[in-house]
Each structure stands twice: as C-alpha cells, then as structure tokens.
C-alpha cells in the first residue's frame, strides 16, 4: 500500500514569496500532522488534524503559516510572506487515530534565498 | 511544556551494543517512540513503547522505560553499519495526538 507522500520534494523560492505543500495521507488515516525540522535539529510540531475536529494550531510559529485539510484526505501547508527563518524540511505525517503510530512521508525541503 | 532530551553522538565499533538515551519532563507521557533518519530519507518509525510497559523487545531492538525517572533507552544488538542513523525519541502526551522529539542522536557504527 502507498506511505505518505508529499510535494514537491524540493523547493527554492525568493523571500517574500508564498509557497504551498501538499501532502497525501495514508489511506484511512483520521489523523494528519504537519513537523518541522531545522538543519541538525528535531522536529517541531505545527498542526494537528484529526477527522471533522477542530485542528490544533498550536505549534504554528506565526500567522504566515496557515494549513487546510479536506475531509480525511490531502492537506495543505501554506506560508506567506516567507522568510530565511523558514528554510526547513516540512514533514507530514498520518495515522489511524489520535493514539496510533505516526508514519512519515519524505518530506518537503524548502529553501528561502 | 514537555522537553526531550537526548545526547547528540554515538559512535561504536560494528558487533557492539549501542545505547541510546533519552530523558523527558512530561510524566504523563502516554506512548514512547523510537524513530530512525538516514540520510536524504524521512522518519522510519522503529519501535514505541506504552507508558504502562517497562521493556520492550523487537529483534535486534530493546525499548527500556524508566518512569520514575523519566528516562527511555533503546539498545540496538549486535549493531550493523547499516545501522548507521540519526534516531530521534518522540512523546506523546494525553492532549492530542502531537509528537514532542528530541534533537536526534547519531549513530556512527565503524567496521
């Protein structure tokens, strides 16, 4: 069966630009995250979906992050505005559940010149 | 909120045990994880652990979880160059189903 796949794999955009990741969960997964990760460092929570709750915006550094999720299927993480800070792989990740195992997809490597 | 902290090296000689170690604040962490990064590659979920457990075992692999002192260890047997990684600790807490990581430990395995 398909893992969690996102796109694109790569993208380099210029400062002050919007940009868009997608990612496409697991088959019957409820539940949809999206992580950070810096380079050389873990990964830092942004958003959390689970079904037709509302998501928990917790993790979102700033009000230029901004995600969707339809129903139970692809998101989308969208960042305005962006900045070098932003440079970072963006990684998803679904699972059947709030309590089941989370499964990765390869992740979205931004980089902001 | 919740911080987890693991050592950032590790390196052994391939047949040895490894030992990796984690630490974490939140004593209601519910689920444990253990995952592993290689280059260029996403997370590969390896093994997790309930918070009700103590030990673990999965082939190679053994989860130890110390609650009283909010520690988590993963041994990895007769350790491999292929086992050659960053592997990351995560937690669960009892708010939602988000993963709080650690800042990854790299394995280095020499021949």
């Known amino acids: 069966g398909a893992g969690v796949s996102q796109s694109p794999s790569n993208k380099v955009t210029e400062k002050g630009k919007d940009v868009e990741l997608r990612c496409d969960p697991i088959?019957?997964?409820?539940?949809l995250y999206w992580y950070r990760q810096r380079l050389g460092q873990g990964l830092e929570f942004l958003i959390y979906?689970?079904?037709?709750?509302?998501?928990?915006k917790s993790g979102l550094p700033s009000d230029r992050f901004s995600a969707e999720r339809t129903g139970e299927s692809v998101s989308t993480l969208t960042i305005q505005r962006t900045q070098q800070e932003d440079s970072a792989v963006y990684l998803c990740?679904?699972?059947?559940?709030?309590?089941?195992?989370?499964?990765f997809g390869p992740g979205t490597r931004l980089t902001v010149t | 909120g919740e911080d987890v902290e693991q050592s950032l090296f590790l390196s052994v000689r391939e047949g040895d045990s490894s030992v990796i170690n984690c630490t974490y604040t939140?004593?209601?962490?519910?689920?444990l994880y253990w995952y592993k990064q290689e280059p260029g590659a996403g997370l590969q979920l390896l093994t997790y652990?309930?918070?009700?457990?103590d030990m673990k075992q999965d082939q190679r692999l053994t989860v130890l979880l110390n609650k009283k002192d909010k520690h988590l260890s993963l041994r990895i047997a007769d350790t491999q160059t292929g086992d050659s990684a960053i592997y990351f600790c995560?937690?669960?807490?009892?708010?939602?189903?988000?993963?709080?990581f650690g800042q990854g430990t790299e394995l280095s395995v020499k021949p």
């Open positions: 990740a679904s699972s059947l559940g709030s309590s089941g195992e989370q499964y």
């Open positions: 088959s019957g997964h409820t539940a």
């Open positions: 979906f689970q079904g037709n709750s509302a998501p928990d």
């Open positions: 939140d004593s209601s962490s519910t689920y």
């Open positions: 652990i309930f918070s009700n457990m």
């Open positions: 995560a937690v669960k807490g009892n708010q939602g189903g988000k993963l709080i």
